[in-house]
Every structure is written in C-alpha cells, then in structure tokens.
C-alpha cells in the first residue's frame, strides 16, 4: 500500500523558496516514477515536475523550469521539490504522485498514488 504525504508547505515573500517533501509510509517510494502536481484556486491541476525511478531522468513544466528542482533519495524514501525564486502565481495545493510505469509522464492520469496535499502561498 502506497500511502503519500507531502510536508514543507507555508506562506513565503515572492522570490523566497520553499523545498517540499514527499514520503510513503510503506517505504516503497524507490519503486516509482515520482511526479509533483499543482492545483490553484479555479484552475485545473497542472503538472511541475517529474523524475523516473533511478533519478537520472527529469522533466519540467516551463513555468517552473530553471527555478524548481526536483530530487529523491532512494535511501531515505523521499521525493523533493526545491522551489527558489517563488512568484506569487506559484500559489496552489502541491500534490506528490507516483506511477508504476518505468518512463518519465507529465500526464496526471498516468499516475497511480497520489497524496493528500500541501498548501504552498507566496505574498507579493
């Protein structure tokens, strides 16, 4: 059983940063691709960033590209979101996902696990 949950989230200025975390409780997390969505207020959920199972692979949406990177570590279980230079349109529910399948995939219905969420707000 794949049981996410996410931490690291909070209010920050514009241009501060932010490192979200994400672990499993069952301690399976090195047997997925790991993927960090978002959804703001009135919006849909749209894909961050992804990394395959070994992380060597990465992916980026371009709004985030160059600013957000995304890491784990096989030994601690976890999966990482550093976020630097935050803009306030940045401010959403962050959700860590994880897929079984052994590619990279930006694609939310790609994912099979997901978590509960963690509200990251950036003031102007």
């Known amino acids: 059983q794949v049981q996410l949950v996410e931490s690291g989230g909070g209010l920050v200025q514009a241009g501060g940063s932010l490192r979200l975390s994400c672990a499993d409780s069952?301690?399976?997390?090195?047997?997925?691709?790991m993927g960090w969505f978002r959804q703001a207020p009135g919006k849909e959920r749209e894909f961050v960033a992804a990394i395959n199972r070994s992380g060597g692979s990465t992916v980026y949406a371009d709004s985030v590209k160059g600013r957000f990177t995304i890491s784990r570590d096989n030994a601690k279980i976890a999966v990482y979101l550093q976020m630097n230079s935050l803009k306030p349109e940045d401010t959403a529910v962050y959700y860590c996902?994880?897929?079984?399948?052994?590619?990279?995939?930006?694609?939310?219905?790609?994912?099979?696990?997901w978590g509960q969420g963690t509200q990251v707000t950036v003031s102007s």
């Open positions: 069952g301690r399976t997390l090195s047997r997925y691709g």
């Open positions: 996902a994880a897929q079984i399948g052994v590619g990279l995939t930006t694609r939310g219905n790609n994912y099979d696990y």
